[in-house]
């Protein structure tokens, strides 16, 4: 059987964008009134969810899914999210969850282990030293992550097929999506953003994204509510100078200053006309001649360039409830 979980699995569940500040102390506890309050908030992140899972048949019966579990809110926020869409999904899937201990120095490596046993979910914990191999080859100040990232994905790739996973679920969302969609455009003069599916570099596995609907702030709170342990990175968190940075306090200002704007942004992401682009790739303009019938909607060459109602290009559900 290879059924997809559907777009509405989410709803079936029930009921400031900037890039959250290395902490050394796991969430707080949220009172009851807030827990309270978080229901909706926690009805909208299913409903998020399950609507890209379906969109981009993320998950299909039988699956067995490694979630890579940093400790920081988003993975922390994936691994809970698809703990309760399984527990009603109309498909059958398997959960485990990995964590890479990099061997940072003051790393608490009880708190993981500790929190996904009481937990009752499956886990691996992989221990790799990449923190001295990035400290020795990179300069003081300089932007870790991109090493970082490729020893860590070396690693997770290996594992995944030593676990026997079928995909590989990461915790990234909407803004990472948007930032690095930016980074691309203002520094890589490409346009070019995360897939929310794609095969993996070695071509021996699927990775997903089932966050990329979910806004980084939703996630945050969410980590609040639920009092996850947070573990904060000490590798790139202390460097304050990073792009990615830069273009978290993009988005937040043109939220701030435009309400909409960036959810209209991302809406645009899925609704790509490669014949109104330059990529001779993509379209076939060498090509191109009339072929003396009508094209619906084709020459618009000579018009004003419309504006849309920003409600039409957004595929997803409404941020709020």
Known sequence: MNDALPANAGAAAGPDLQREAPSDEPCAPATADAVAGGKGLEKRLLRQVGQAIGDYSMI???????????????????LDLLLKLRQRAPVRFDLIAVNLDQKQPGFPAHVLPEYLARLGVPFHIETKDTYSVVKRLIPEGAT??????????????????????TRI????????????????????????????????????????????????????????????????????????????????????????????????????????????????????????????????????????????DPTEVVRFDSDQD
């Open 60 to 78: 299909a019966d039988g699956d067995r899914i490694m979630v890579c579990l940093s400790g920081g809110k988003d993975s922390h926020g994936l």
């Open 144 to 165: 870790a992550c991109s090493l970082c990232s490729r020893l860590r994905r070396g690693i997770l790739y290996r594992v995944a097929t030593e676990l026997g996973a």
């Open 169 to 308: 679920a990461l915790g990234h969302h909407r803004d990472d999506l948007l930032a690095t969609f930016f980074l691309n455009l203002f520094y890589g003069g490409r346009i070019k953003a995360m897939s929310p599916k794609l095969v993996s570099d070695d071509g021996r596995h699927v990775v997903i994204r089932p966050l990329v609907y979910a806004r980084e702030a939703d996630l945050a709170r969410y980590a609040q509510l639920r009092a996850f342990p947070i573990i904060p990175c000490d590798l790139c968190g202390s460097q304050d100078d990073l792009k990615r940075r830069e273009m978290a306090r993009m988005l937040v200002q043109w939220e701030r200053d435009h309400p909409g704007r960036v959810k209209t942004i991302f809406g645009a992401l899925s609704r790509v006309d490669p014949t109104h682009l330059m990529d001779t790739h993509l379209f076939d303009f060498a090509g191109l001649h009339p072929t003396g019938e009508a094209q619906p909607g084709g020459d618009v060459a000579f018009d004003e360039p419309p504006c849309s």
